[in-house]
């Protein structure tokens, strides 16, 4: 309830901007257009493509998020953008494109019933990254995103759940000291969050044991 109304506040100060029927939230020019030159070069080059995330994705919102450079909130049917992601001088059009691309997926696939539980996480980060390099050879400066995208299909991470927890953390850490938080608070609230994270699954665990049908 709280992280709703959070949500909620922070969509309200944001700045938006309507593209095509898709919302774009985000403070700041420089976001907004980088963005918009992304989204650009995936109707000019793969208008298909295009109308399907019109279709699955209702908001694209660059904020701060921990861990991922881009996420898509299956609840809300949005994908999140790092702003720190979309601000780097070495973040080109062509990259927020080809990774709206993999959230788009994202959406499409939970569209059709595919969730991301653990064992199927790397099935669908595969898919996902395919869909980026075939994007990619349709850009006619697209042989980075390609190589970049191939690279990370060949040396995917540890996607299991305890692997992604850590790597929230760590990510929740660093966020946290970018949006100007003490070093010494910070650390507390990462430790918070980490208990309340061991003690869910602990209740969890608890409750399957005690389910007749297992």
């Known amino acids: 309830m709280v992280e709703r109304f959070l949500n909620w506040l ?13 919302l774009i939230v985000y403070i700041g020019d420089e976001k907004i257009n980088k963005v918009a030159a992304a989204l ?6 793969d208008p298909v493509r295009y109308k399907r995330m019109r279709h ?6 660059v904020l701060t ?58 099935r669908v980060e595969q898919v996902c990254i395919r869909r980026e390099m075939a994007f990619a050879k349709k850009l006619p400066r697209g042989a980075d ?5 191939e690279v990370k299909l060949n040396t ?16 929740k850490r660093k966020a946290l000291l970018y949006l100007g938080g003490p070093r010494w608070l910070n650390d507390r609230v990462i430790s918070l969050h980490r208990w ?19």
């Open 156 to 171: 995917l991470s540890n996607l299991s759940d305890a692997a992604m927890a850590e790597r929230y953390y760590e990510g």
């Open 40 to 45: 650009k070069l995936i109707s000019d080059f």
């Open 145 to 149: 995103i390609g190589q970049r995208a």
């Open 196 to 214: 309340l994270h061991l003690r869910r699954l602990k209740r969890q665990d608890t409750a399957r044991s005690r389910d007749p049908r297992n």
């Open 56 to 61: 699955d994705l209702n908001r694209i919102w």
């Open 65 to 122: 998020i921990a861990g991922w450079v881009a996420r898509y909130r299956q609840a809300t049917s949005t994908c999140e953008l790092d702003e720190r992601f979309v601000l780097n001088e070495g973040t080109t059009p062509e990259r927020i494109a080809s990774t709206i691309v993999h959230e788009a997926t994202h959406a499409r696939l939970g569209r059709c019933g595919i969730g991301y539980k653990e064992e199927l996480r790397a």
């Open 10 to 22: 922070s969509l309200k100060l944001h700045d938006k901007r309507s593209i095509d029927g898709l």
